[in-house]
């Protein structure tokens, strides 16, 4: 059984930073994609990042985080990052980690195409 843990969640004042993690366990295939994905009241959910177990990252942004949120792995593959900075109130969503491991799916930022979920972290971004 697939299990995605998500941490790092929380109130922050725009122009700050947070850091949340996405641990990985149970997957039985060597290369699969973790990606981030928000969801705002009222909007549909859309996706932040994405990266590869490859040895070679194959990462993606969405545009409106470009220069501004890094995802990255830890040595140990099965744990991912992603460093927000200089958050605006346009940020404010619940944030998952998901995990395609079908390989057709390697390059997807399609939450459709992403089979297991983490439980959502609360991002709210205000003074």
């Known amino acids: 059984q697939v299990q995605l843990v998500e941490s790092g969640g929380g109130l922050v004042q725009p122009g700050g930073s947070l850091r949340l993690s996405c641990v990985v366990s149970g997957a039985t295939v060597q290369y699969y994609t973790i990606g981030w994905f928000r969801q705002a009241p009222g909007k549909e959910r859309e996706g932040v990042s994405r990266?590869?177990?490859?040895?070679?990252?194959?990462?993606w942004y969405t545009d409106s985080v470009k220069g501004r949120f890094t995802i990255s792995r830890a040595p140990i593959k099965d744990t991912v990052f992603l460093q927000m900075n200089n958050l605006t109130p346009g940020d404010t969503a619940v944030y998952y980690c998901?995990?395609?491991?079908?390989?057709?799916?390697?390059?997807?930022?399609?939450?459709?195409?992403?089979?297991?979920w983490g439980q959502g972290m609360q991002v709210p971004v205000s003074s």
């Open positions: 990266i590869s177990t490859t040895p070679e990252d194959m990462i």
């Open positions: 998901a995990a395609a491991l079908n390989l057709r799916f390697l390059l997807s930022s399609a939450p459709k195409n992403f089979d297991y």
